[in-house]
């Protein structure tokens, strides 16, 4: 009897508990989002930390690839599928810049307007389909002047999509504001405990070094993807409730 009761309250309870659909975060971007392949380690894109922070009711779908832009998302059809197989309700964070604003890299160079149109089409397709579309400004690269102050690396084309979030009324996480805020926060030497600086022989996979001011490493990445994960928060109540691990401060 006592076994009956106690399963009646427990149906009865879970009658009155929130129910949480499923859901799939879309991520489409850079090399500074996407999951790295083992060869590339320590090397982590800020994508790969943020799969853990949610519970089983959502999906990270992390299609960020290195090199490319948004003009190359397309037209290597990397895009296709997502537009594809995103549904009603999903989230869809757009990352790009870092790949877009350098010209001598003419394959993947999009002028300022280009960018702009293709940002509004991946915006529009998923308004379209119902899903949230979240812009994300491009993480600021490390590059310090010569008194320690964090530089600009993004300004033409971070202001595209501030602007486009604006006149879409879209969900904007201005990455490049605060990444620099977190490099500056570390100073000028010290911010390299984020990025993939290296000394030869440091790392097999390294054994040349490395220094590189744009590419993470594991706690850069844990870092960065702790910025998303506030501005998440803050922003986004639906995908608030389906957090499991906060930031670590």
């Not at 799939?24 to 500074?32: A, E, K, L, V, Y």
């Not at 197989?85 to 790009?96: A, H, P, V």
């Given at each position: 009897?006592?076994?009956?009761?106690?399963?009646?309250?427990?149906?009865?309870?879970?009658?009155?508990?929130?129910?949480?659909?499923?859901?799939?975060?879309?991520?489409?971007?850079?090399?500074?989002?996407?999951?790295?392949?083992?060869?590339?380690y320590p090397e982590t894109g800020?994508?790969?930390?943020?799969?853990?922070?949610?519970?089983?009711?959502?999906?990270?779908?992390?299609?960020?690839?290195?090199?490319?832009?948004?003009?190359?998302?397309?037209?290597?059809?990397?895009?296709?599928?997502?537009?594809?197989?995103?549904?009603?309700?999903?989230?869809?964070?757009?990352?790009?810049?870092?790949?877009?604003?350098?010209?001598?890299?003419?394959?993947?160079?999009?002028?300022?307007?280009?960018?702009?149109?293709?940002?509004?089409?991946?915006?529009?397709?998923?308004?379209?389909?119902?899903?949230?579309?979240?812009?994300?400004?491009?993480?600021?690269?490390?590059?310090?002047?010569?008194?320690?102050?964090?530089?600009?690396?993004?300004?033409?084309?971070?202001?595209?999509?501030?602007?486009?979030?604006?006149?879409?009324?879209?969900?904007?996480?201005?990455?490049?504001?605060?990444?620099?805020?977190?490099?500056?926060?570390?100073?000028?030497?010290?911010?390299?405990?984020?990025?993939?600086?290296?000394?030869?022989?440091?790392?097999?996979?390294?054994?040349?070094?490395?220094?590189?001011?744009?590419?993470?490493?594991?706690?850069?990445?844990?870092?960065?993807?702790?910025?998303?994960?506030?501005?998440?928060?803050?922003?986004?109540?639906?995908?608030?409730?389906?957090?499991?691990?906060?930031?670590?401060?």
């Amino acid at each position: 009897m006592k076994k009956k009761f106690f399963s009646i309250l427990i149906l009865s309870l879970m009658a009155f508990m929130p129910y949480q659909n499923h859901i799939t975060i879309w991520m489409i971007g850079d090399s500074t989002m996407s999951i790295k392949e083992t060869k590339a380690y320590p090397e982590t894109g800020w994508g790969m930390p943020f799969v853990y922070f949610f519970d089983s009711s959502v999906t990270i779908e992390n299609r960020a690839k290195n090199g490319r832009s948004t003009k190359t998302f397309i037209s290597e059809k990397l895009w296709q599928p997502v537009a594809e197989n995103m549904k009603e309700g999903d989230y869809l964070f757009i990352q790009f810049g870092h790949n877009d604003e350098v010209k001598e890299k003419v394959d993947r160079y999009t002028t300022p307007e280009e960018f702009e149109n293709n940002l509004l089409m991946y915006v529009q397709s998923a308004k379209n389909k119902r899903v949230i579309p979240v812009l994300i400004t491009p993480v600021s690269r490390r590059n310090f002047d010569s008194v320690g102050n964090i530089k600009q690396t993004h300004l033409i084309y971070s202001a595209i999509v501030r602007k486009l979030a604006k006149e879409q009324n879209v969900i904007l996480i201005d990455l490049d504001e605060k990444s620099r805020t977190l490099f500056q926060k570390f100073g000028d030497q010290q911010s390299k405990l984020l990025f993939m600086h290296l000394d030869s022989l440091e790392h097999p996979n390294y054994p040349a070094g490395r220094k590189d001011n744009t590419h993470f490493n594991e706690l850069g990445a844990r870092k960065i993807a702790e910025l998303v994960l506030e501005e998440t928060k803050k922003q986004i109540p639906d995908l608030t409730k389906r957090i499991v691990i906060s930031s670590v401060k």
